[in-house]
Nanobody
Framework: QVQLVESGGGLVQAGGSLSLSCAASGLTFSDYAMAWFRQAPGKERDIVAAIHRSGDHLYYGDSVKGRAIISRDNAKNTAYLQMNHLTHEDKAIYSC????????????????WGQGTQVTVRS
């Protein structure tokens, strides 16, 4: 059974940084592209970043370009997301997702999902 477990969310000061982890089990991690999505109240789920299974190809959503880094450690079956210069616009539930094949930006490309972790930005 595939399981993705996010950690690292919580309350972050505006202008501060965020570090999220996604621990995967029940799959051959190195076969999967990994992605981070986020969903704010009343809004659609948007891609934050994605990384190819090898780590060679990266994608970033427009709203986080230049202030986010996605990475992975295939030996630890873990994907990571680091963001800085957070604003209230970054408040959302952040979820990691896994999908076979190439990096895609649509959520439908990822059949495996974690439960999500809440990120709140305070002034």
């Amino acid at each position: 059974q595939v399981q993705l477990v996010e950690s690292g969310g919580g309350l972050v000061q505006a202008g501060g940084s965020l570090s999220l982890s996604c621990a995967a089990s029940g799959l051959t991690f190195s076969d999967y592209a990994m992605a981070w999505f986020r969903q704010a109240p009343g809004k659609e789920r948007d891609i934050v970043a994605a990384i190819h299974r090898s780590g060679d190809h990266l994608y970033y959503g427009d709203s986080v370009k230049g202030r986010a880094i996605i990475s992975r450690d295939n030996a630890k079956n873990t994907a990571y997301l680091q963001m800085n210069h957070l604003t209230h616009e970054d408040k959302a539930i952040y979820s990691c997702a896994a999908g076979l094949g190439i990096v895609v930006v649509h959520p439908d490309g990822y059949p495996c999902w974690g439960q999500g972790t809440q990120v709140t930005v305070r002034s």
